[in-house]
Structure formats: structure tokens, C-alpha cells
């Protein structure tokens, strides 16, 4: 089992920077990947980037150059950096556990962002 905790969200004018992250307890060291979403209400939820055990990162098109994803030494915790901030990027902020099998997920935390 893996518990998940998001933090870092809140209201942002456009153009800052904001920091996410992803905490993590109980069996981390079975934790393969974790995956940043995000979702819009009335839209599906879309994965924005990714980081494997390996260190591998990959990220979604229209996020790149501006989504930096990293993570402690420790495996986790894991960031999310959001640069130049854009109104669109508005939505819950959720990060996402592979542990063999399973897929856990935290609560999300929600990032506003102003125009």
C-alpha cells in the first residue's frame, strides 16, 4: 500500500511560478513511476508528466518547456515545477503511484491561476 498527499497548490497570478509535490508513505520502495495529472471539471482527467524509478522523465506536448518533474534522491517525494503559469493551466493537480500492479493516487490539490 502507498498513501499519497499533494501539496502546493492555491491561487497564482499568470505568469508566476508555482511548485507541487507529491509526498509519499508506506511501501515507496515499490513505487515504479509517478505520473502528475490534472483534471478540469467536465473534462477527463489528462496525465501532464512522468517519472520513472530509472529517472526517465516525459511529459505531455503542450506542457513542455514550461512542466519540470523531479523527485528526491530518496525516490520521493516528487515536484511538480510549473513555470509561466497560464490561466488554462487551472485544475486539480493530482499525482499518481505505479507499485507493481496498482495504481494509487492522492487527493489532489488545486492550483488557480489569474489572469
Known amino acids: 500500500q502507498v498513501q499519497l498527499v499533494e501539496s502546493g497548490g492555491g491561487l497564482t497570478q499568470a505568469g508566476a511560478s508555482r511548485r507541487l509535490s507529491c509526498a509519499a508513505s508506506g511501501n515507496i520502495f515499490s513505487i515504479n513511476a509517478v505520473t502528475w495529472y490534472r483534471q478540469v471539471p467536465g473534462r477527463e482527467r489528462e496525465w501532464v508528466a512522468r517519472i520513472t524509478s530509472g529517472g526517465t522523465r516525459s511529459y505531455k506536448d503542450s506542457v513542455k518547456g514550461r512542466f519540470t518533474i523531479s523527485r528526491a534522491d530518496t525516490k520521493m517525494p516528487v515536484y511538480l515545477q510549473i513555470d509561466s503559469l497560464q490561466p488554462e493551466d487551472t485544475a486539480v493537480y493530482y499525482c499518481?503511484?505505479?507499485?507493481?500492479?496498482?495504481?494509487?493516487w492522492g487527493q489532489g490539490t488545486q492550483v488557480t491561476v489569474s489572469s
Open positions: 499518481a503511484a505505479e507499485a507493481g500492479r496498482s495504481l494509487y
